[in-house]
Structure formats: structure tokens, C-alpha cells
């Protein structure tokens, strides 16, 4: 039993690592055809919450499906390449398709792949798209664990669901198994997981 379902997508570019990321969420891993489905509990602040998340294929070909999950997820994970100067440009195209099918309620979170190959995207460069956008940004590393933006992504939900519960009414993204006279009490995520090596200030690099 859970607490809250929410329901997550990730987009970015192909060859950019997105089913990598999930690797330990699936049996094996295989380049993405269309839409593929994961399905995980997180526990945070002593309540589970149950994600569906639906990792799309880069081709465009495909781009009529993954609308679909576009428009009835309340969270995204856009992936670029840090190599790859083209999937680093291909973020724009991805927010303006996510805000373009829905004007609802969505969190964003940035993630920057293949930092042990030479990079050619600035940290400068992030900063600004993370500005622009209002992102939240984690690089990959070696000790990267994909749960973390997951965790991230989580608390700053349910920080607006607690300050603004009538914006999630009738959201498709999101269920609830609670009371809705429940109180939630949820901290900002940085405050309990403060890394000095961020490269702005919603950035972290794991």
C-alpha cells in the first residue's frame, strides 16, 4: 500500500542514457522502443510514495505516443548528453513540448550524462538553462543514484501540495491514499542534503 502515487516521465535525446539511469529497475537494459514502464516505491519522511515512470524513446518518431505521458505525469526528467552539445539544445524543445500539452501543474528536474568523457557543456551553460527554466540540475558520477532526483523531485511536491492542496485536485499525475485532513510537514530537500560541490544553486552534482 502506498501513500501518494505520483506518476514521472523522462525524455531527453537518444544515446543520452535515460534507460541506463533506470538499469537497476529493470531486468536488463535495452535501447528504449517507444515507452517503456517502471514501477518503484520511495519512502520519505515515513510515507511511500508509489511511481510510475515511463521512459521514452528519443526517437521522434514516436513523438505522438510519448505525448501522451507527457500530459498525464506530474513530473519529468529531461537528459542531456554533456558531450553532446545537440541534446544540451534539445532541452528547450523538450520544455516547450511539456508546457505546450499541458498548462497543469509539473515538476522538472535536469540531468547531465557521460561526465568521465570530455565535456563540452559548461557548467556556466547549466547554470543559465537551470536559471531560465527554474530546474533543478544533477550530474552523474560514479556514485550517482537516480532515487536522489527521484527524492528530490518528491519533496518539492508535496512542499506545493502542502502550501497549495486545491492545484493537485483532479491533477492526473498525482493520487492520494491519505485523509485529505491529513497535516504534511515536509523540509526543503537541500537543507538534508547539502552538497558543496553544486554549480549553482539548484544544482547538485552526485
Known sequence: MYDFLFKFFIVGE??????TLLKKYLNSV???????FI?????????TFRLHIWDTSGNLNFLNIIQIYLKSS??????????????????DF???KINSLSSEYKKIILIGTHHDLPR???????HEKCFQYNLDYFET??????????????????????????LFYNLEG?????????????????????NNDSCCKNCSIL
Not at 537518444?14 to 534507460?19: A, F, L, R, V
Not at 491519505?178 to 542534503?193: A, E, G, R, S
Open 14 to 19: 537518444q544515446n543520452t542514457g535515460k534507460t
Open 30 to 36: 535495452i535501447p528504449t522502443i517507444g515507452v517503456d
Open 39 to 47: 514501477s518503484t516505491d520511495i519512502i520519505l519522511n515515513s510515507q
Open 74 to 91: 506530474i513530473g519529468a526528467i529531461i537528459v542531456f548528453n554533456l558531450n553532446d552539445v545537440n541534446s544540451f539544445n534539445c532541452i
Open 94 to 96: 523538450w520544455i516547450q
Open 120 to 126: 563540452k557543456i559548461s557548467n556556466e551553460m547549466i
Open 141 to 166: 558520477s560514479h556514485q550517482f543514484q537516480i532515487e536522489h532526483c527521484f527524492m528530490k523531485m518528491i519533496n518539492n511536491i508535496m512542499i506545493d501540495y502542502k502550501i497549495k492542496p486545491k
Open 174 to 194: 498525482i493520487k492520494s491514499n491519505l485523509p485529505q485532513n491529513i497535516t504534511i510537514d515536509y523540509i526543503n530537500f537541500d537543507d538534508q542534503n547539502n
